[in-house]
Each structure stands twice: as C-alpha cells, then as structure tokens.
C-alpha cells in the first residue's frame, strides 16, 4: 500500500478547487444521511447498547443529597450486602461533575459537596434495578455548610474571570463619555435562567479493561481531547486507552467533556473484572452534568437622533462553582455586530453551589443576542425608525473592535430576502393595532451571528485497490450530518459515486479530529478529509504522468489527455492512503470570520390568557457553501426550535435552599412539542468564503439559534405591546403587563 501523509496550512485564501467544479455533483446537494438507515433500523449501537450478550455488571450513581458542606462518612453495609451487590466503588478519583472540555480533566470532590447532586460513589450489581435499589441503601453523613445557591443576590460579589471563548473585557474609545453624551440613550437590564442540554440519548459509558488496556464506549463529542481528560483522570497513559463513539444522539455541548459516569465505569470495571455498564438517569442528567449559565445582562446603546449608534455596552454577570472559571460569553456577538466607535463589552462571573456551567448550543450568542437584539429593537422604538432600517444605519464596513476586513457579510442581504419573504412591508408599526377574535397579532425580527471557528484537524482517506474509498478520524457525529457531509467531499474530490465512499467515525485511535462542537466541527473535519484527497489526487496524476490540474475525476475513473482509466486497473492491486492534516492559518487570522443571519417571526398572543402562539418563523442564513443543503437545513429548524424554547418555556428552576434543579425531567423542563411549533423556513443565501476554509463554508449548526428567541420577543410586544425582559417569557409575565384595553377590545 502506498501510504503517505499530506499537510496544509492556510495563510491564504483558498481559490477555486475540485469542489467548485462539481464534476461528481454531490457537494452542496440535499444528500440522505449515510448512517440514516442504520439509526431507523435500530442497527446503530449507542453507547449503553455496547457488549450485547457480554456478561457485563451495572452501576447507579449515588449522589450528595445537599448542596454545600463536607462528607463526614458513607455507610455502603446495607448496600453491599444486598444479593447481586458486587462491590461499591468509594475513590479519590471520583469526578464531582463533568470535565470542562478546556479542562485537563473532570475536577475531584476530596469529600467536599460543591453542589446539591455531585457524585460520591457508585453501587455495581448483577443488574441496573439491583444496583439502582441498593444505591437507596447508602447512608451519607454530612456537615453541613450555608450555600451559595441565588446568583441574582450575589452579584455584588462578581469579579472578573481570565479569559475564556473571548477576554472578559473588551473596549474600545470611552464609552462612559460617549453615552452620557448620545442624544438618544437606552439602559436596560435582561435576565436568562439556567437551561438544560437535554439531549435525547442519557449519559452512557460502558467499560471493559483488556489486560492494561481499557476500551470505553461512551457518548462524548471530543473525543481526541476526551482520551486525555479519561486518562488524567484514571492516573494512566492515553495510550492504553481507546474510546469508542461513533454514535450520539445528542449532545448540544452537555458530553463536551468526559463525563463522571466514564471514570466510574473505568474503576468499577477494574474492580470487578468484568465489563460495567453505567446509564444516568434523566435525573441524574439534569443535576450531574453541566449546565448553561443564568445571566443577568444590561445593555445600554447612546445614538445620534439620526439613529447612528455612537455608544454600545454590554455587561454581562454569570455563575459557576468555585474554581471553574468557564464565563458565558454573552457579549461576543456584541463585540462585532453593529457599528460604534465607543464599546464596552464585559464579564463578571459569581460563585455559586450550583451545578458546574459550561458551554451549551452557540455559547454566548444563543443568550447574549436576546439581549442585544431586544434592545436594538427597543432603540430603534425610540427612535421611531424601523427595526430593519435601524440595524441597516449600523452596518460597519470592518470589524468594529480590531478593524480587520470581514471574509464575507451577508447580514443586509439577511436582512432584505427575509423582509421581502415574510412580508415586512405589511407590519403595523403601533403595537396592538392587529387583532383577531381574542387573539393578538405580531410580527417580529432579529439578526444572527456566530464566530467561525476553525481547528486543527485530521483524516485517513483511503482509495482501495477495488476503486473504493475509506473515510477514518475520530471526528464525531451527534445527529448533524458528519457521516453525510465527509462522504460528500470525499466522492466529489475523488470522482466517486456516494455509494462507493464508506466513513468512520468516533473511534480514538483513528487521525485526530477537534470533534462535534462549536460549529468548527464540518468545516474543520472536512478540510482535512479534504487535503487527504488532494494528496491522492496527486499520487493518481504521478501515476498517469500528468498534473493534477489536467486530471478529471468522475465515476470512478480517471481522465486525462483523451485516456479514461478506471481506479480499478490505475491502482493495479496498490491502494493508496493518503493521512491529510488542515491547519487554520493566516487567513483566518487577517479576517473577520462570522456567519450571519435574520429571523423573522409572527406570533398570535391572547389577550384573556396571555398565551403565546408561533404562527410562522422563517430564518434566512448565510454560512458560506452550505455542504449538504438537507442536513444544514436540518440543523437550523433545530436551532429555530431551540430559540423558540427559550423565548417562551425553557428555565432550569433552582431552589435557592438547596441548590436543587427542581424541575430536573422533561415532565417540568418544558421545551418545545410539535404542537408549539408551526411550520418552518429556512432559506440559504448563495455564498463562498475561501478565507474560511479549504471548502469555503462556515459554521452553520450553532448560527440558527442565535436571535431567534428576540425575534419571538419582540414579536409579542408588536402583538401586544409587553416587553419582558426576564427570559422566558411565560404567559403569566405577559398577562401582568398587558394593557387593559388590549383585553377589553379582545372581549368586545
């Protein structure tokens, strides 16, 4: 075999390639998913479905039944003496919850309680409901400490945290002056509560040691920095462990980081010599995990009459337990959108015994653009300018902050294909003034964005001896399209049809990829699979003696110079593999790189019950080449969804006594059913950004959120002229506001 390695680092943008030309005709289409059949057939294994037919042990968690204090002892002699009991695993290296992902490993308790929930030990049986029972039996003596459990209350305890996704502080000009100064000015203060991930599939782990090796099926989306964080955390070499997840359903950043159920499963099967099985229960998600941070966020604009903003601040207060310093980034979306020569953007970050927070669906954006995007709106009220004009008026040339040009900007054109789709034109301006029956009618827009990140990424492509070819890197795929969208570039590079392309996933042991999160994970992944393919292109050229620029590749075959030569008789029994690595480089560091967007929604708000009803939501999005146009537009209905979820339902109840997660399943932690959601559109506006990547593409899956809950808000105050400013805005804070006359007319 012909095994070699091909490298790329892009200081410049990338012109035209292979995928431009679109021989094959499979990038950019609305391609099936690869793994689709699979899944509906039930033969795709999740992580607990691992090892069937195996003798395998089970464990349940038993976790702190308060929230702050010290572990004086455990009594686990009921619990092991209950037939079936196998052992009770009571270690140091207990996790207290899941790993940051940025941290080297998950944090241990050494028998402090940090938060109400946090693990302490762990029952193994002969089955789950023997485990799940004995775990009952465990007695747990405490002392007691008063908690820290209400971070609106604490806030005058913020301080500033290093730096984490963005510097807790970014500013520009002088801010104070310029604000005091604007002849136009707004000040207002928006709450958003904890939330949730709640990803379908529970956290799973399933172990077996091999001798000194240990191979982990587990559910985590990075999984090349997972192996470290497992390893560090077992005190052994990342080399004498595989983890192995090629399947997730779900993960909205909740399984960024090893989780303590992994580490358990480690031990406990150490313990046992045999393979343990540990599945978290909904409640033990809810209260184990991690968390999205509740914020409390003030933003003031100052403006010129003419409505040129000339002064923005966004101040932001999160919480965390104590010593992890993850901060939501609220404002890092502030820092780029709108013009403004004076800025202030900053971060202030509380202790709390709460559940660890971490980075949850568009960190930062998907709370920090609510805020933001609700007071643009009531800015523009002030000035009695349209939404869409008031945004237009403050569309910077260049990054606001660092000046550095924009990649590519398509937030005006956003903006104007979703007015002319919606019907703009047709919105009463006065609040109220539409109505049927009972019911209230609004309409409503915001603008989104997420940063374009990209990583360091690897892949394995391997084009058989039989004109096949093979796809492998530990990239991840949690229900986005990975699969589908590394098979489509893979067959376009190489002229294959799809069917002729196999991909691998989630295994450790393959090429490192930077895994599923942050919306860096298609265009990441894929530009490594990409250069991979560059490098047998180029490997098939030497071969005909040609350039690879005279090679035309289609169907498997090779044309070039009037001579078409099958794969199958070119490669002569030799298969060639090609290890490509993509490295992000100037390019990226000399632009502005940013996906952006417009929502636009009607609601019908009833003016007897302070209901809400979504009647329609259309989305326009311009993230670069959209790879796979049904998968794309699959991920923004979920992300519209999302946002509709945390505009009107979505809060993680805390009980301030305890630090609780009171509503901790899907029974209470409302998020949006098919009877809350009407039908949606999506719509992508044609783009390619060759300073963002080799494929010219850009994040997609994390852009849809961002703004769509300001989108419904200010929808509700066109409706029925209530502005709430703490998310979510429930029919009772609706009611409390409502204008009498609104419910007198709706009754008449």
Not at 335 to 354: P, S
Not at 648 to 658: A, C, Q, Y
Request: proline share 5%; glycine share 10%; net charge negative.
């Amino acid at each position: 075999m012909m095994d070699t390695t091909n490298s790329f680092k892009m200081d410049e943008p990338v012109g035209e390639t292979r995928l431009d030309r679109g021989v094959q005709d499979v990038i950019g289409k609305g391609v099936d998913r690869f793994e689709g059949p699979l899944k509906v057939s039930g033969r795709a294994p999740y992580a607990y479905e691992n090892l069937p037919g195996e003798k395998v042990a089970y464990g349940f968690m038993v976790l702190s039944t308060v929230g702050s204090g010290k572990v004086l002892s455990i009594d686990t002699m009921q619990a092991r003496s209950t037939a079936g009991v196998l052992t009770v695993v009571l270690d140091k290296r207990s996790p207290r919850a899941a790993a940051d992902p940025n941290d080297p490993a998950p944090k241990t308790a050494d028998g402090a309680v940090t938060h109400y929930g946090q693990p302490l030990c762990l029952v193994v049986a002969e089955s789950f409901e023997v485990a799940r029972d004995a775990a009952k039996l465990v007695v747990v003596e405490y002392d007691t400490e008063e908690g820290r459990y209400d971070p609106l209350a604490l806030q005058g305890e913020a301080y500033v945290p290093p730096p984490g996704a963005m510097p807790a502080e970014t500013k520009k000009g002088d801010f104070e002056a310029a604000f005091a100064q604007a002849a136009v000015t707004l000040d207002v203060t928006y709450t958003t509560p904890s939330q949730s991930h709640s990803a379908m599939e529970p956290h799973a782990a399933v172990a077996r040691w091999e001798g000194k090796k240990l191979k982990l099926y587990g559910c985590y989306q990075l999984v090349s920095t997972n192996v470290g964080q497992l390893a560090k955390a077992l005190g052994i070499s990342k080399s004498d462990i595989e983890i192995v997840a090629p399947f997730i359903g779900g993960g909205f950043g909740g399984k960024l980081g090893i989780g303590p159920e992994a580490v358990f499963a480690a031990i406990a099967a150490q313990e046992t010599g045999r393979p343990v099985k540990i599945a978290l229960t909904r409640q033990q998600v809810f209260q184990t995990t991690s968390r999205r941070s509740d914020t409390i966020q003030r933003v003031r604009l100052g403006a010129t009459t003419d409505g040129v903003i000339t002064a923005i601040g966004h101040d932001t207060t999160t919480s965390n337990t104590p010593g992890d310093e993850f901060f939501e980034p609220a404002g890092i979306s502030t820092v780029f959108l709108y013009a403004g020569e004076n800025r202030r953007i900053t971060h202030r970050k509380t202790d709390v015994n709460i559940l660890l927070s971490s980075s949850m669906r568009a960190p930062g954006e998907a709370v920090g653009m609510l805020a933001l995007e609700n007071a643009m709106d009531e800015m523009a009220e002030k000035l009695g300018l349209d939404p869409i004009e008031f945004r237009r008026r403050n569309e910077p040339d260049a990054d606001p902050q660092e000046g550095l040009p924009f990649s590519s900007r398509k937030l005006v054109e956003c903006m104007d294909e979703g007015a002319r789709r919606f019907g703009w034109d047709r919105r009463n301006e006065r609040p109220g003034t539409r109505r049927e029956g009972e019911w209230l009618i609004g309409i409503g827009m915001s603008t989104a964005s997420r940063k374009n990140l990209l990583q360091q990424s690897s892949a394995k492509v391997t084009l058989s001896a039989d004109g096949e070819a093979q796809v492998e890197t530990n990239m991840t795929d949690i229900g986005t399209g990975t699969y589908t969208i590394l098979q489509q570039i893979a067959a376009e590079m190489l002229g294959l049809p799809l069917d002729r392309v196999t991909v691998r996933l989630g295994h450790s042991g393959d090429p490192d990829a930077p895994g599923s999160g942050g919306s860096w994970g298609a265009n990441s992944a894929g530009s490594s699979v990409f250069v991979a393919c560059e490098g047998i292109v180029e490997a098939i050229a030497k071969k005909l003696k040609v350039k690879p620029d005279e090679l035309t590749l289609k169907d498997g075959t090779a044309i070039a110079g009037n001579r078409q030569t099958s794969y199958v008789e070119l490669l002569a029994g030799e298969p060639i593999a090609v290890t490509g690595t993509f490295k992000p480089g100037k390019a990226f560091q000399n632009t502005h790189q940013a996906s952006y967007g417009a929502h636009f929604c009607e609601v019908a708000v009833n003016a007897y019950t302070g209901e809400t009803r979504i009647r329609r939501l259309l989305t326009v999005g311009a993230a670069g080449r959209i790879l796979n146009e049904k998968t794309a537009r699959s991920q923004c209905f979920g992300g519209q969804i999302f946002g509709i979820g945390t505009a009107l339902t979505e809060e993680l109840v805390v009980d301030k006594r305890s630090g609780l997660m009171v509503n901790h399943d899907l029974a209470e932690y409302h998020v949006p059913v098919n009877a809350d959601v009407p039908q949606l559109e999506v719509v992508f506006l044609e783009e390619r950004d060759h300073a963002a990547s080799p494929l010219a593409g850009k994040g997609i899956g994390e852009l849809a959120i961002s703004g769509v809950g300001a989108a419904v808000t200010n929808a509700i105050y066109n409706a029925c002229g209530v502005r709430v400013r703490d998310y979510p805005m429930t029919l009772d804070k609706v009611l409390r506001g409502m204008p009498r006359q609104s419910v007198a007319q709706a009754a008449e």
